[in-house]
């Protein structure tokens, strides 16, 4: 797994100063056990998230008590190109949920919860704002990122399967 965790860091340059203020909170991890000494030292034994973590079903995190992100790069299953690609989504991803906490006072408003399994991730509004967004900027600026980066993956589908 080869990540540059700094050049995918200076893909936040290129959104609003909005969401490049808050790049230094950003913690991409790339090896699953400095995320578990991490995460159970901050969160504590958080059994389900945990494994929804290793097992790759949550990519990222927005906390909005402390507006930082987490993006766990090492539970991410896809060719070289396509992981910096996931790594960039969900890094903008995260950072719209920091957007809609601090800025977006009526986007806000429509917040359900942060258990959003109970009315399913898709239809969630801020989700599906957070979605739209990174996927919006990644197209925006996917010349950009891949020069960044070195990589060019297939821009037109941001998720790896």
Same mark, same amino acid.
């Given at each position: 797994?080869?990540?540059?965790?700094?050049?995918?860091?200076?893909?936040?340059?290129l959104?609003?100063?909005?969401?490049?203020?808050?790049?230094?909170? #950003?913690?991409?991890?790339?090896?699953?056990?400095?995320?578990?000494?991490?995460?159970?030292?901050?969160?504590?034994?958080?059994?389900?998230?945990?494994?929804? #973590?290793?097992?790759?079903?949550?990519?990222?995190?927005?906390?909005?008590?402390?507006?930082?992100?987490?993006?766990?790069?090492?539970?991410?299953?896809?060719?070289?190109?396509t992981?910096?690609?996931?790594?960039?989504?969900?890094?903008?991803?995260?950072?719209?949920?920091?957007?809609?906490?601090?800025?977006?006072?009526?986007?806000a408003?429509?917040?359900?919860?942060?258990?959003?399994?109970?009315?399913?991730?898709?239809?969630d509004?801020?989700?599906?704002?957070?979605?739209?967004?990174?996927?919006?900027?990644?197209?925006?600026?996917?010349?950009? #990122?891949?020069?960044?980066?070195?990589?060019?993956?297939?821009?037109?589908?941001?998720?790896?399967?």
């Open positions: 797994m080869n990540i540059n965790v700094d050049k995918l860091l200076s893909c936040v340059d959104l609003h100063e909005d969401y490049v203020e808050n790049k230094n909170n #950003i913690k991409i991890f790339t090896n699953k056990y400095s995320f578990l000494f991490q995460y159970i030292l901050k969160h504590g034994l958080d059994i389900k998230e945990i494994k929804s #973590i290793l097992k790759g079903e949550t990519r990222g995190v927005y906390y909005h008590n402390t507006n930082e992100i987490e993006v766990y790069a090492f539970s991410i299953k896809c060719d070289e190109d992981l910096n690609q996931e790594i960039v989504f969900c890094m903008y991803h995260e950072l719209r949920h920091y957007f809609q906490w601090n800025y977006n006072k009526k986007l408003d429509k917040r359900t919860s942060m258990k959003v399994n109970d009315i399913g991730y898709e239809t509004p801020t989700e599906r704002d957070a979605n739209y967004f990174a996927a919006r900027m990644c197209k925006k600026y996917k010349d950009q #990122i891949s020069r960044k980066l070195n990589i060019y993956p297939d821009w037109s589908s941001p998720y790896c399967q």
